[in-house]
């Protein structure tokens, strides 16, 4: 069995057919990782760099894939998959109208390798409350220990 990911069901509305309504997973994060951390974690799997090293690599790579995006190179990084630049920008009525003023950013794209073709495969899922109905439930739990705080 794999790693437990916590997911929750919410109802949501199809916006072609507002009367059609169906039930979907939400996953439930379990936090952010830092690139320090990420590091951290790293060094954790037997690497014979510490995690400063392996921060300091990660830091180059982020640095020189940014720098190669911007000059229009698609980045390969094995079984991690690829990143490759894209334009956003706004339409002009015709090619002679469109200009540089036109563009209005590039965009980092990532696409999996084989590594992250089927997460699914190393998954297990736990269902559970809405992050909604976890504030509410704690917010009930507090206030009734105040209850009977005041109450004693």
Partial sequence: MGKTIN???T????PMRPEIKKCYANMQ??????????????ETH?????RGDIYAILMKVT???RELLIEGYKVELGDLGHFYPSINSEGADDP???????????????APGKDFESLITD??????ATR???????????DSAMDVINNA
């Avoid at 109802?11 to 199809?14: D, I, L, P």
């Avoid at 037997?46 to 510490?50: C, E, I, N, R, W």
């Avoid at 002679?96 to 990532?110: D, L, P, S, V």
């Fill in 11 to 14: 109802v949501r509305q199809n």
């Fill in 123 to 128: 998954a297990a899922f736990q269902p559970v």
């Fill in 96 to 110: 002679e109208k469109f200009t540089e003023q036109n563009i209005k950013g590039i965009n980092a794209r990532w």
């Fill in 7 to 9: 997911y929750s069901v």
């Fill in 29 to 42: 994060l379990s936090g952010t990782i830092s690139t320090k951390e990420l590091a951290k974690h790293m």
């Fill in 63 to 65: 640095k020189c894939v």
């Fill in 132 to 142: 909604k109905k976890q504030a509410e439930a704690l917010k009930q739990e507090k």
């Fill in 46 to 50: 037997g690497s014979q760099y510490d």
